[in-house]
Each structure stands twice: as structure tokens, then as C-alpha cells.
């Protein structure tokens, strides 16, 4: 099963939603902005993505943004 850890104020996070739900694809949806991770899963993910933390930032945006979101 595909799990989408989802933002629904996040316009690209409603769009796979969407995306799935238009391919009848099932999805566990993890909305983490209420859940927290723990360290332990954010080290799992990564190291299943095969990625840093670092490559996972977001570098594109103004950081008075990312913080005011």
C-alpha cells in the first residue's frame, strides 16, 4: 500500500491525493502536521529514499515563508 504523508493546506499534496484517488490507487494518508515522526522513522525514510535530510529541505523558498506556514 502506498502511504502519502499529506499537507492539505499543500496544493502539490492534494494533487497526488488526487491523483491516486483518479487511478483507484489506495492510499494510507498520514497527515504530519498533526502527527509528528519520530527520529527513528525519519531515519527509516531516509534511509529507505537512499537521501540525506539535507537533500529533503526545501531550498527554493524565502525563509520568512517556510516559517509563517
Not at 25 to 30: G, I
Not at 32 to 58: C, D, P, Q
Amino acid at each position: 500500500m502506498i502511504t502519502i504523508w499529506h499537507n492539505p493546506k499543500c496544493a502539490k499534496s492534494r494533487e497526488a491525493l488526487a491523483l491516486l484517488s483518479d487511478n483507484k490507487r489506495e492510499a494510507e494518508v498520514v497527515k504530519y502536521l498533526e502527527n509528528t515522526f519520530s527520529r527513528t522513522e525519519i531515519e527509516t525514510l531516509l534511509k529507505k529514499l537512499g537521501v540525506s535530510a539535507r537533500e529533503l529541505m526545501r531550498t527554493k523558498e524565502d525563509r520568512d515563508d517556510i516559517l509563517i506556514a
